[in-house]
């Protein structure tokens, strides 16, 4: 008894699914970096000849990315960029996640705030940001407190959901061991709505790249979308690519970062969910 | 009996739904001794797990008293760990095994030797000192009860209590777990409580065994149960006197069943 194996059926069925994934993986990866450098040529070749003023060929594209923002533009606009982006997301998740167990944890608060934050909720931010900048002024502070403002909403719907499900048989397994309160937010609340946490941190990050570029295309002096709307402004069409290719980067950067992320923070709920697709 | 442990007096529990009160344990009086092992059995819905909820401080009792080492019970007692039937939602997915069994320690605060050395023990003594790294999920049922124990272990109660421990595990491992449970009470002393529908495993394992019946609930009897021990699963099972009482719980059960309630018409 004191040696029992440690195996199960659901460690097999789980290794021999890994196994079969990983002999696909080659194949996947392939696909998943041949398409898009397949789609990249079309676009390279199919262009090269354009006339359209519209669409320039990408090779003057790619010239014109090159010349603006490696690195000539690169620290003047596109950091500063990135800087509010990133500064106002991580407040964003800070107050979404903090405010979001309160409610969740609390039914009397949760009434009271609740019908406070679907209303504001329901109005786009980017509604918002004429007021903003007449009251704020043309300042970073404006930008940042406007891609936090719209971007806390999902995360924090999402916390408030994630710590209102959490498993009540863990609730009453943390009263009989008798947990402290600390205890219980820490080992329990938390873990336990961190996957939603994150579904609802994804859609959070995806409105803050919005209104950071919004943002900058209001009265903005500097910045990528500046730029970009200012490249339009003056028909200046190469220029306007340049920075919608540089927002694509940016936009994919982001996500990637976001994945590996949640990849380290969910392993458990990743393995578990596979181990249950296995059985 | 020798050093009562737990006393449990006239307790009776209501339950107000829809502003109406609905009685579901009547008046139940028995106790446990120290280093016991009772089983509660009766038939399904007759309230055990509502007993044991109020026995561990989850629930409160309308009226009547349990106590526990004489100081009355009106919230989750020290002394107490509880083992729920529902493995799979009891244990924190996010934990590895061990960090499972030393979780109900932390607050505790014991010098960290001492309680590395609880969980060490704990999980020798169910058999899972390889499965230490690994999480919950990654184990069989019957492994995952086995960490859902050892957690209760590594918290030293004086009083074990289960919920249908053993009931979603398959037989072979039902059989195992059920001697882990007297194992544990040779090995730490500890009074176990346990409710069950399986009457062969009261039998099996236990000093006495509480029949509630009837709702709402009361005792119908408590049958004690001198079969030898050690306990054997092959022997002791196949004794004339282990069959007797089988039959005799049985037979209680069925004259406390619940009947059918007529179906309402509209």
């Known amino acids: 008894m004191s040696t029992a194996p440690v195996t199960s059926t659901t460690v097999i069925r789980t290794a021999a699914k890994a196994k079969r994934a990983r002999s696909r993986r080659p194949m996947l990866l392939a696909l998943e970096i041949g398409v898009p450098v397949l789609l990249l040529l079309a676009w390279w070749f199919g262009s090269l000849n354009s006339t359209d003023p519209f669409f320039p060929p990408l090779r003057d594209i790619v010239a014109e990315f090159q010349r603006l923002w490696l690195f000539d533009k690169f620290a003047s606009d596109v950091l500063p960029s990135i800087g509010n982006f990133v500064l106002a997301y991580l407040i964003a998740c800070a107050i979404g996640i903090s405010l979001g167990i309160l409610l969740g944890l609390s039914k009397p608060l949760f009434w009271i705030l609740d019908p406070i934050v679907q209303f504001v909720r329901s109005i786009p931010a980017v509604a918002l940001l004429p007021i903003f900048i007449a009251t704020m002024g043309f300042g970073n502070e404006v930008r940042v407190f406007a891609i936090a403002l719209a971007s806390i909403f999902p995360v924090l719907i999402s916390t408030i959901d994630g710590v209102r499900a959490a498993e009540p048989l863990l609730l009453e397994t943390a009263r009989v061991y008798r947990l402290t309160r600390w205890e219980r937010l820490r080992d329990i609340y938390i873990p336990a709505a961190s996957p939603q946490i994150f579904a609802g941190a994804l859609v959070s990050l995806q409105v803050a790249f919005i209104v950071m570029i919004t943002s900058e295309m209001m009265g903005a002096a500097r910045g990528i979308g500046a730029l970009t709307l200012l490249a339009q402004g003056s028909f200046d069409v190469k220029g306007m690519w340049a920075g919608i290719v540089l927002l694509g980067i940016l936009g994919y950067l982001a996500n990637l970062v976001f994945t590996l992320v949640r990849r380290r923070a969910l392993a458990w709920y990743l393995g578990a969910q596979k181990a249950a697709s296995a059985d | ?266």
């Open chain 2, 1 to 266: 009996m020798t050093n009562t442990q737990l006393v449990v007096e006239h307790l009776s529990k209501s339950y107000s739904v829809k502003g109406a009160d609905v009685q579901i344990i009547a008046d139940l009086t028995f106790d446990v001794a120290a280093g016991e092992i009772v089983s509660i059995v009766g038939p399904s819905g007759i309230g055990k797990t509502t007993l044991l909820k109020c026995l561990t401080g989850l629930q409160s009792i309308t009226s009547g008293s349990a106590r526990i080492d004489g100081k009355p019970i009106d919230g989750p007692p020290e002394e107490m760990a509880l083992v729920f039937q529902e493995y799979t939602r009891s244990l924190m997915p996010w934990l590895t095994v061990e960090k499972n069994v030393r979780l109900p320690l932390k607050h505790l605060r014991l010098p960290k030797s001492e309680a590395d050395e609880r969980v060490r023990a704990a999980l020798a003594s169910v058999g899972l000192s390889q499965a230490v790294d690994r999480f919950p999920w990654q184990l069989s049922g019957g492994m995952q009860q086995r960490v859902a124990i050892a957690r209760a272990l590594a918290y030293r109660p004086e009083v074990l209590v289960m919920d249908e421990p053993f009931a979603s595990v398959d037989a072979q491992t039902r059989f195992e777990l059920e001697d882990l449970c007297l194992k544990i009470r040779d090995e730490f002393g500890m009074t176990i409580m346990l409710v069950t529908h399986d009457i062969d495993e009261s039998v099996y394992l236990s000093d006495r065994v509480v029949v509630l019946g009837h709702r709402p609930a009361i005792v119908t009897r408590i049958v004690d149960i001198d079969l030898p021990e050690p306990r054997d699963q092959i022997s002791t099972r196949a004794m004339h006197e282990f069959a007797e009482l089988r039959t005799e719980i049985f037979e209680l059960i069925r004259a406390g069943a619940i009947p059918a309630q007529p179906v309402q018409g509209k």
